[in-house]
C-alpha cells in the first residue's frame, strides 16, 4: 500500500528518520515538481467528484476552448 502524508519542514527529518528505521516500509521524499504535480491530480480528481454529485454543472468542451 501506498500513503501519501503531508509534513511541515520542520519535523520532516524526524518522521523520514522514523520511517526508515521500520524494517517494513520504504519511505522516500517526493521531488518539489512530484508533489505540486500531485496535488493538482487530486485537485482535478475533487473537482470532477463534484461534477458527478452534481453540485457542480460541467462546461462543454468547445465553451471552455472559447474562453481560453
Same mark, same amino acid.
Do not use: H, R, T
Given at each position: 500500500?501506498k500513503v @501519501?502524508?503531508?509534513? /511541515?519542514? &520542520? /519535523?520532516? !527529518? *524526524?518522521?523520514? &528518520?522514523?520511517? +526508515?528505521?521500520? $524494517? *517494513?516500509?520504504? !519511505? #522516500?521524499?517526493? $521531488?518539489?515538481? =512530484? !508533489? #505540486?504535480?500531485? &496535488?493538482?491530480? =487530486? &485537485?482535478?480528481?475533487? #473537482?470532477?467528484?463534484?461534477? /458527478? $454529485?452534481? #453540485?457542480? /454543472?460541467?462546461i462543454p @468542451? !468547445? +465553451? *471552455?476552448?472559447?474562453e481560453l
Open positions: 500500500m @501519501l502524508i503531508d509534513i /511541515k519542514d &520542520e /519535523k520532516a !527529518a *524526524f518522521v523520514m &528518520e522514523l520511517l +526508515q528505521n521500520l $524494517s *517494513f516500509v520504504k !519511505a #522516500e521524499p517526493l $521531488s518539489p515538481y =512530484k !508533489a #505540486e504535480v500531485l &496535488e493538482g491530480l =487530486k &485537485e482535478a480528481v475533487d #473537482e470532477l467528484n463534484v461534477i /458527478k $454529485s452534481g #453540485e457542480k /454543472k460541467a @468542451l !468547445a +465553451q *471552455f476552448i472559447d
